[in-house]
């Protein structure tokens, strides 16, 4: 089983190949917007161990609790409580269960591709980008634990 460095390592690379494909090829992208991959390139890259004690676990359960204290802040108690028992399913999955899936992968950064068309209403693929260093970084996560 590889470690959470050796995760960050490997996504490192991967979103690496990556920011410089769009960069000689597509277009340019911004010092933010190449500091936002980076970021969520690791975050996925470590995302389905969220399933066992691991440096993924640890991170998203404290951006979670983070969450949820904020929503419980702002009287959100209906979204904080959605929010506390999607948070839950993750630990309840057997280790390398659907975390760990090919589907999962495509399917658990889409929130990030639709938040732009779900709050503007419009056909709207500018988070595209995002979301394809997510699947990247998720994808480096799979192939290092032998997935694919
Ligand atoms: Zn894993």
Redesign the pocket.
Known sequence: ??TGKR?LFVGLVFVYIFIFFISNYIFKPSIQDIFLYIVIGLLFAIW??VDTK?LGQKVFYTIFLLMDVYLIWKHQYKIAAFFGLIIILPVLAKH?GWT?SKIAMVLVPLPILLYPMITGGLLDFSNLPFYTVAVIGYFS??L??GRF
């Open positions: 089983m590889a995760h389905p161990d691991s390398r760990h996560h799979l290092l634990d």
